[in-house]
């Protein structure tokens, strides 16, 4: 059992499926070092309960979902949607405590999203906003991918895209990104990093995807607008436009990018126990967002760049577990990781253990 | 290394293997987290010692026997069958301390029988009535698996029914066994669940095999007696007799069971470690008892409805492990276990630790 | 995480890699608790960094290796061969405690060693002398083998032959050394199991040796002077000679070899971890010493002789860990490594922490 201190609040929003995935049918998964099973209710909304019979703590995932209620495969005890035990096999009166947790799920922008915390306290209004990956605007689909590392490393990663130059040297990366200026900002759940190359050659991806999209060949203006919303969210909104039109904002106002086309690498990565994380990510796009060859092609591109990431992440994680109480030196470039980790912090800070998760070992 | 409290007593007989398992030949086995290597005298009884060499600890299974006595396959001291070194290498003198551990073994009713507690309290009386196995008017066969939970887990298992419904549906279960009432009784040593049901469709197995052995087709009496003898053998009387006919016990009286046909299943868990075991078991009948394919058929069903059983406790024993904590909830159809449990733990609580036994953590 | 007190002293030279690895490529390996990344530098000399960035801890190794310096593959910070982090990406400035630290190193007798200890202490005279690897008037070659055991259960094994008896029954044993009286004597960093067995019949082995490289056929005297030089160097020297020609030493006058065959088989056994080792083995002889299909097959020959002994000490660690408060108790035979096991304890016992490294957990 994992007893160290928590790497995450539970008082927050988790990605814990593509909608996809959620059918009629029982699917397990640990979140936030819970164990929950999921299914799609006959109105097509989702149910998320503690994936562990109240009785004998069998998992209830290897049961039977019939309608909108789970029996247990070991004695049979049946749970509704809410999670409340309606039948008991050999008698007739149910013991009033008899229930399994259930959490507060909702949908939206493609993702099925639980709040494992304080129910009281699951505010829609607090699910990033994530609207690319589910607006006629924009094309794009991504994947899950399950990493073996903290997800506060995923976060780091994407927060300094100078690793692109030496993670990703075959494929995005030069030397270029890795020079160039960045600001840095932050709110109060929310922190920013900027970066603006202007009337530059754009990378050969980019070279294309402007051509094809806009018939326009020659120098750039090109941006990497990386914003992360606490406790786990990454929108990093990239793209190129005609060098010289307008598109870096200018005083108070924001620029014009109609002569450019954009993309956002959309990340969510939910912790799934302290050492291990679910990836979900998503890339959308604002030209050509009709054609489903195009959508096909990005998107297994990125998913073979994230594949580098992979390993490069488990390799960190192995790193730090090995010396546990090893501080990190920070760089100028880790300026948007410390201000993540510092607002991931203080959510953690001001959680009282009201509800405390019991940290689940996963079995090998 | 495993340090939790005791889940067995020690001072009680475990079967270690079937008769014919044990030979002329180095058997390694753990049995209540001790490691031991058993062997055939050439007087036809079995040897049981310590597993390691009290020189440097090398396991004697992967050493030598010749003759009732063993050679350390590293530096080659010889231990006779009572566990005394009665040679060392390179030396006249003998270190009068130089001795593993033997433990009382005795064979009955098919099994090897071995005692882990104080020798001196070894008595043979205190060995399970499994006469079944080994009886001229009985016939049958069993098996014995390896399943990683605790062996109390398995006990649960057997004393409560009710999971033939859920967990073997496409066998043996169904919703009428669940139904059925049952009577719950207690011993010094042992537990007894009772279900009668009178005057009823025989469920398909029973059908087909009142009907070879007595010819019979019609409503049955059917009984299921469940007797738990502490702290790990679980004998199960099941059987239909014609209905009518005097199977039932009336009054102070056994019933006539003439016109039916029984069986037993005989089930004896040995704990290996504390959360994994070796689960002995046998089918035996009293009909038809000369015909081999009938004992072969009969045990490899059995045997299919057991890896059912493996999979949901192997399941249940994760799910523990995970809440180390968390309190177990009981229904009416866990009286019989709860019975079960509250002997075992007396019979822990009641034992000096006067010989302790070092817990072992199996290599992986 | 290992937690257990030192089993090794770090103020020694330890054997890294056969001179041969090391290229000029990055090679990770983990040496006394201690992950290391080596490579050969220009000028053909070994260096041997700590194998984690000082910024986030990623494994050198996954590095890149260009001319003298280590480039980290997550963001690209560049090491020298000291250790010095002379670039870093996006900043001018490079913080003054930006390194990782590096190791003595030395290569002798087509060894790399290692000094994980206080780099002041690391005198190049205390490099045991294994010469005989790398010397004109001897043949032979030998192997680096992973063992999943403490290094000092391979020295035990080492300063007593008697297990050839019972371990390589089929090689190199027989009853005649198990029974062989033997001296054995110490110094302040050394300790000698002496065993002559004068006027003897050859064993196979070595009847076969003399005959080819002498002619000679008849009784001999045998030698086995088996050396350990601390903390974990065992080099034993055996062979046989025209029996009553003056080999073994008189007085205090060496003896005359001159009619004998004489090899080395050179051991030096390096820790991994507490609980693992690196051993590295060669056997050398002094006569047909230009036959390379002899060199070739003695080699071979002893790799497998060493897989057996692999396989009892694996077994061995195993026992050990499972009774981690188990006391050895020693037989007469045991003298050899009872001073070898007392001369590790003083050196671990006169080491003040002044330079701990942390150890560490190899992943699964």
């Known amino acids: 059992m994992n007893t ?78 809410q999670g409340r035990c309606v039948h008991m096999p050999s008698q007739e009166t149910l013991n009033p405590s008899a229930c399994v947790r259930s959490f507060p799920v909702l949908e939206r922008h493609r993702f099925v999203w639980m709040w494992p915390g304080d129910p009281t306290k699951a505010d829609p209004a607090l699910i990033p906003d994530m609207h690319w990956n589910d607006d006629a605007e ?57 970066r603006w190359m202007e009337n530059i050659d754009a990378p050969p991806f980019w070279a294309g995807q402007i051509k094809e999209a806009r018939g326009y060949q020659g120098k750039v203006d090109r941006w990497q607008i990386i914003r992360f919303e606490a406790p786990c969210t990454v929108n990093i909104d990239v793209g190129v436009a005609e ?19 954009n993309g956002f690498v959309l990340n969510t990565i939910t912790p799934e126990t302290n050492d291990t994380c679910h990836y979900f990510w998503a890339f959308a796009r604002n030209y050509r967002v009709t054609e489903q060859r195009l959508t096909h092609q990005l998107r ?39 201000w993540a980790r510092r607002l991931v912090d203080g959510l953690i800070a001001k959680e009282q253990p009201a509800h405390p998760v019991i940290p689940v070992r996963l079995a090998a």
């Open 4 to 81: 160290a201190k928590p790497t995450f609040p539970l008082n927050a929003w988790y990605a814990a499926a593509y909608d996809v995935e959620v059918v009629g049918k029982l699917l397990a998964r640990t979140i936030c070092n819970q164990k929950v099973v999921m299914f799609r209710k006959t109105d097509g909304s989702v149910a998320m309960l503690e994936d562990a019979c109240w009785h004998r703590l069998m998992p209830l995932s290897l049961g039977h979902l019939q309608g909108d209620e789970v029996t247990c495969g070991y004695h049979g005890l049946v749970y509704n949607a």
């Open 138 to 194: 924009w094309a794009g689909d991504g994947k899950m991918i399950h990493v073996k590392c903290d997800y506060r490393l995923v976060v780091d990663n994407l927060m300094d895209l100078t690793h692109e130059t030496f993670v990703h040297g075959s494929s995005i990366g030069n030397r270029a990104v890795a020079e160039a200026p960045f600001v840095a900002t932050h709110g109060d759940r929310s922190a920013t990093v900027t």
């Open 243 to 261: 060098a010289g039109t307008g598109a870096p904002p200018k005083g108070g106002s924001a620029g014009d990018r109609s002569k450019g086309v």
């Open 300 to 338: 297994e591109g990125v998913a073979s760049i994230f594949r580098e990431d992979e390993h490069v992440l488990e390799a960190q994680q192995i790193a730090i577990q090995e010396r546990p109480n090893h501080p990190f030196y920070n760089l100028n470039i880790d300026a948007g990781s410390m």
